[in-house]
């Protein structure tokens, strides 16, 4: 048993945390957690193209897809560190790194990698992707989807409706699941993956602002989308198969970019409770407020042991199914119980605009605060991911 | 990075398993319960013959040399089997505080006998007032002669009506100090305190008690600061005890819901019980990552307060509520006193409580947040 | 709305007082037996307090006058189990189920005869229930339960088994759930009989509880032969008066009450417990906690009180029983966490231990707790209730 990093990791950490202070603009405090992206467009790119001069942005693809083949450790390292400085830009939209890249390696066509990942990898705006796969009536019941992809000799047209896009809006390209054959015997058999070019005749972005007023989500509407046959991803009616492995990808960064990021939101709120008086004294003495740091504490330590353990099971040659269930519902968890427990801390100041000069923390606890709800939702709601733990883990039997 | 046990602990824990299920039953546990030693001496025996009654104490003290990162494998097994008896108390409290404390020629003449199971010894430290910190302390040590007399009450000292020597916190003239004390010294009156988890916990009232000055453990004066170390390592020994149980209890649970039917269909596919399945490996899983860092850390010699707290304080928690879901799958019949369940939830209230509860440790995690 | 008692009601509420504090023996106190924790001696001594009350009319006080009962309002029959468990009185599960379960569906069920038989006998204080409902392979899923009653020409024939039985082994009667009809769906074949527990075949075997005592049994039918007039109600429509007694069950108004005095005791025991220098009613933790379980026994409370104003209006609940029987369950959890974080390692000490705070009684609770979610129906089937019945949900 060892819970210590190697010098590798060590080196990396320090490295990150130089590039930070060189790089971010002084007192920048990261992004929400509830933006899935930068709110500055712009500054997100200009920071992707850097972490890409650093070698990091791609770090653990192979040498000839422009990665160092570095490990699962230090991508997990890598992970934990920009999102604890809130270096935006490792995501390349939703996301180029975490799956798009990933799933081409293992099933791309040679044309496929040999366009799609240089781009991603030089961290430009034309690596930038959005994902396709919630529909009105799809949600956790993704296999239901209706949007259509029917073969017109040498392409492809496509007919239907996304919804939660997020960053479709600033999106180049489109990672779209879609539905080929309407007569599967098995709704899962019927569903295929392509790479579409946001740039299409045929396609509407169109904002779906969410319950705080903020622009992430979008719905997509395709019309008659006509995208080349070599645009298919892996097999056609196999795209289910390929999703499920997308969103083990997906899964697999959440842990540490949620260690990373509370890391540093538990230090934003130790210094506040150092910093506000209360009845006389800071709050930091008072004895509620001390066990509830406790409490956020020991709950940041679970975050980043859940995360390496995940790690682990990688470099093990596991495919970690069930961590990745228990480590998404209680990164969620986790979420509520400390952006709760933080706002009580600020007290009225937690009802502050995340934008507003009343805000503390530059609004972060109130954006956690905002945001969990719609965390404990997407990409598997906790009651799925549950069930999954409960059947595929411990065997219980199918339940609805 | 490795989350994962040695060839060794592996072997440990599976020859543990074995060992303590077919020697430590669930019917016996529920015996011992009523039994007025609470323990079966045989049994000890051959947990001495195993090695396991010095596990960790070093090789010339007549261990076997093991780390603590091994203590705790071994005590997640011992915590799945409900294991009776003053193992906890002597070899891992008792057995610490003489590591850590004790003179060599102290150290020579007991470790051994512990390992041997020859003599057991018991901490009489917590007092009626005092809660988990000392400074409330009332027993009282007074000199005459080379002797100290010891005067005061202390409650929750473990096994007490077992053990050979008792480790006793007074305070002299310089501060608190610890001291080991013969059980046959005249003056000590023992009272068997009745507990939810028949762990067999007594009153010991010292009378102007006669211990020799060579007698005292560590400084004079120095003795719950020295104790504080000894005490929180003590604190992740009992967490792994605790996670062992945790995990029997959710497989005795997984069982009995894919077995029994409602309905028609196993509660096992109601979502409702399957989302608490979840909760309570979730909460195992963080359990058990908190404890073993822990552990690995004062193996490793690295600081460990701030670690120790923080399993202590959420494993305190999360034993409780796994054991609260289990009888919540499981139902009416967990609720009888022949069904195992039981033996777990009472367990992890006493466990809860023992070496500081939640509170406290959270208090000591603020601490260490150098807040 | 209203939520104020009128100057009668709290005259009433005086009265009551004053009589409990009269009548209940010593003795009573003395024995300090908790629920679930019934021996002989406390038995006895409970049930003459109860024919005290039964003389008095205030054992079954909303039953109608000619069946010896008070007719009493709602509101004041609240009033009067509040107080009863108040002052923890000797009116225990037995009373709950005859006065409040088994009679009240008598009276809606039953003919003229039998409640003539039963009734009175119930005010009294001279006879007690016992519930057969669970069996070891139908529990959440009651409506399987499969002992069975044969029809012959001069009554029943019944075989089978029934579990969690409590006090069987003290009661006169057994209310019990029985299976009429094999042929057709499971909730149309059931009949409720009410059997007199000294009939030959009957045998009564005790299950210990996690607390270590003798409570609840199993309960074996082996061919006991029952009169015609054992049938209450019509037969193979049982689980309609069932569902009924259910409602009743889950319609409990004392758990705030008994929380109340809980809370007295834990508020009185912080103000007089130091630790490290200072009265634990003035650490911080202890104090919220406090706060929460007075603000978790008001809401107890007011659902108590809406089930009055419910019946008090002559209608039944059914979803409110449900949420009420789930705020109890929560209450009792929120004591039990209550009491020991209060009471800390003397929380672990039983009733007859040295060092035992409280009487043990925060010891008890924690064993106790485990059960509450479970007994009466689990907490997963009460939020199913209230979201089918209340909420309108579907089903599966």
Redesign the interface.
Known sequence: MDFKLGDKEQTLVNSIAEFAREELPLNWIGTRLIDQECPDFEFEVFMSRRLAQKGWLVMSWPKEYGGQGASHLEQTVYEMEISYWGIPGAGMGISGTQWVGPILMMLGTEGQKRKYLPLIASGGRDGYWCTGYSEPSAGSDLASMQTRAVRQGDHYVINGQKVWTSSAHNARWCWLMTKTDANATKKHRGLTLFIVDMKSLGITVRPLPNYYGRHHFNEVFFDDVKVPAENLVGEENRGWYHLMQALAFERRSLGPMMAGSFRRLLENIIQHCKETQYEGKPLSENTIIRHRLAEMAIDVEVLKMFAFQFTWRLTQGAVPVYEASRNKVTSDEIMRRFATSAADILGAYSQADPDSTLAKIKGRIQGAYLGFPGNMIAAGTSEVEKSIIAQFKLGLPKSY | ??????EQ?EMLKKSARDFLSSESPKSLVRQMATDEKGFPPQLYRKMADLGWLGLNFPEKYGGTGASF?DLAVLLEEIGRACLPGPFFTSTVLAGMTILKLGSDSQRHELLPQIASGQTVITLAT?E??S?Y?P??LKTKASTEGTNYLITGTK??APYAHVANFLICTAKTTTGITLFLVDSNTPGIKL???????SDK?F?VVFNKVKVPKKNILGKEGKGQAQLQQVLLKAAVAKCAEMVGGAQQV?EMT?DY??ER???????????????H???M??DI??SR??T??AA??ISEGLPFAK?AS?AK??VSDAYKRV??LG??CI??V?????HDM?LF??RA??AE?TLG?S?Y??????Q??S? | MDFSFTEEEEAFRQEVRQWLTKEIPQRWYELNTGYWEETDESWAVSRDFHRKLGERGWLAPAFPRKYGGAEMSTTKRFILSQELAHHRAPVGVEVEEAVNWVGPAILMFGSGEQKQKYIPAIARGDIVFCIGYSEPNAGSDLASLQTRATEVSDGYIINGQKIWTTIAHYADYCWLATRTDPTVSKHRGISMLVVDMRTPGITVRPLINILGHHSFNEVFFDDVHVPKDSLIGQKNQGWYQLAAALDFERSSFIVDAFADRTIEELVQYAKETECRGKPLAKDPLIRQELAQAVIENQICRMMSCRLVSIYAKGKHPNVEASMSFLTITNLTKRMMNVGMRITGLYGLLEKDSCWAVLNGEISRLYLTAASVGVGGGTTEIQRNIIALRGLGLPLK
């Not at chain 2, 990075?1 to 040695?6: C, E």
């Not at chain 2, 967990?334 to 022949?338: A, K, Y």
């Open positions: 990075m490795d989350y994962s046990l040695s602990q990162l917590t009626p007032e809660g910190n400074d409330k409650i929750m009272t068997p305190l009745k507990t939810i988890a916990q009153e959710l997984v819901v894919k039917k409602q309905f028609g269909v196993p509660v096992g596919s109601f979502q409702a019980v399957q989302h399945c979840a909760n490996l979730t899983d963080t990552f908190l073993y860092q690995w850390k670690d923080m304080a959420w054991t609260k009888h919540q139902g009416g967990s609720l009888i006193e022949d039981p939830s009472k209230k006493a409580l509860d509170d440790h959270r208090e000591l995690v603020a260490g947040l807040l």
